[in-house]
């Protein structure tokens, strides 16, 4: 039986609808994330300075930044989770939930314990039937834990950096374990280290997902790369946080130049 005319218009309508009423629950989930992340009036608790530039790549997305206070430390983190989209969102909420629960519940203020309790919780999320296979889904994640009566900063990552750049310019770069939080694990006493810094008034710390460095050029087709976001970040460092973002946005699109982009972008810039 062939088409109609009408027959096709009243397809493309109903198809439209379909995608109409998609568009709107993933900007009514967006609502939803944002809230989960941390606000804005906790980061104006807790630091000197700071910005928070954050473009999911898809509406909602897998990125997350978090911070919280407890006593004389005050938490940071920067996640990177699973895929795009619903899938990503889903897990956001899932780490912040832990990451919550583990401040809350546990005494447990070391950088590296956290992350020792958040990757058992994930496995543990992810464990099914009696031989308690789980599936690859994992979170790339920084976290910082900064203690404001001695001004020392406690790093663990995993699979992830963080960069600290002193008022002199000089850049520390913070390398975390080179496994995520869940996943196969593959290593049989998986630990994450804890790093101690010292910063000084004035100082920065970036924490970051891949998204930015990874963004491919319209002009070139190549990746932004680790190397040249390093640089734009020491470009501003001494400016007013909110300046820095504004010129990583500007260099952002530039770099871009037409291509769309190619994953979730999370950038997180503090001044102590």
């Not at 009423?21 to 989960?36: M, T």
Request: aromatic share 12%.
């Amino acid at each position: 039986m062939i088409a109609t005319e009408q027959d096709l218009l009243n397809k493309i309508d109903e198809l439209t609808k379909t995608k109409n009423e998609f568009l709107e629950s993933l900007h009514y989930a967006s609502f939803v994330q944002l809230g989960v992340l941390s606000h804005k009036r906790h980061f104006i608790r807790n630091f000197k300075d700071f910005f928070i530039l954050y473009h999911p790549h898809n509406i909602i997305g897998g990125d997350l930044y978090w911070t919280t206070r407890k006593g004389k430390y005050v938490f940071l983190a920067v996640g990177d989770c699973t895929g795009h989209g619903v899938s990503g969102a889903i897990l956001t909420v899932l780490a912040i939930s832990y990451l919550n629960y583990i401040l809350l519940n546990k005494e447990i203020n070391h950088a590296g314990q956290i992350l020792d309790y958040l990757d058992e919780k994930w496995i543990e999320t992810f464990q099914q039937g009696a031989k308690k296979l789980h599936n690859n889904d994992w979170v790339e994640i920084s976290i910082c834990v900064y203690n404001t009566e001695t001004s020392e900063i406690e790093f663990a990552g995993a699979n992830s950096k963080a960069l600290i750049i002193k008022q002199t310019g000089e850049q520390i770069e913070c390398v975390g374990n080179k496994y995520p939080i869940g996943g196969w694990q593959l290593e049989q006493n998986r630990k994450y280290t804890t790093q101690t810094f010292e910063v000084l008034s004035g100082d920065m710390i970036y924490l970051f997902s891949d998204g930015f460095k990874d963004q491919f050029s319209g002009n070139t087709g190549k990746r932004l790369t680790k190397k040249n976001f390093y640089n734009l970040l020491s470009n501003t460092f001494n400016l007013p946080c909110e300046l820095q973002k504004n010129y990583l946005n500007k260099e952002l699109y530039n770099w871009m130049g037409g291509e769309i982009q190619t994953d979730d972008v999370c950038v997180v810039g503090v001044r102590f």
